[in-house]
């Protein structure tokens, strides 16, 4: 199981930090990625992050402006988001990716879904 934390209300072109846990086992044995959900939309791929290289990437839409990253000693992968834009509004769901050549994508076949953090982007 897989915990999401950090959403939040933000105004647009603030920054806000999400984080992802386990509340059991250990995300180091897996390529973890972050995944969002606007009202309405499909759930896409936002960034990931390879378990051996910390290889990572993103979407289009949110490069140059968040950054995923590990914190090995505490088990714990964060998203760092800035220039926040009232389109990033979202609930945000951590997941184990599937990964090609070693590298992490923006997929996974993961069921167990968390309960996600909800950011808000507004004025």
């Known amino acids: 199981q897989l915990v999401e934390s950090g959403g939040g209300s933000v105004q647009p072109g603030h920054s806000r930090r999400l984080s992802c846990t386990a509340s059991?086992?250990?995300?180091?044995?897996?390529?973890i990625g972050w995944f969002r959900q606007a009202p309405g939309k499909e759930r896409e791929g936002v960034s990931c992050i390879s378990k051996e290289t910390d290889y990572t990437t993103y979407a289009d839409s949110v490069k140059g402006r968040f950054t995923i990253f590990r914190h090995h000693i505490r088990d714990t992968v964060y998203l760092q988001m800035n220039l926040l834009k009232s389109e990033d509004t979202a609930v945000y769901y951590c997941?184990?990716?599937?990964?090609?050549?070693?590298?992490?994508?923006?997929?996974?076949?993961?069921?167990?879904w968390g309960q996600g953090t909800q950011l808000t982007v507004s004025s």
């Open positions: 997941a184990p990716t599937l990964s090609t050549n070693n590298k992490c994508i923006l997929q996974t076949d993961f069921a167990s």
């Open positions: 059991r086992g250990t995300l180091r044995d897996y390529d």
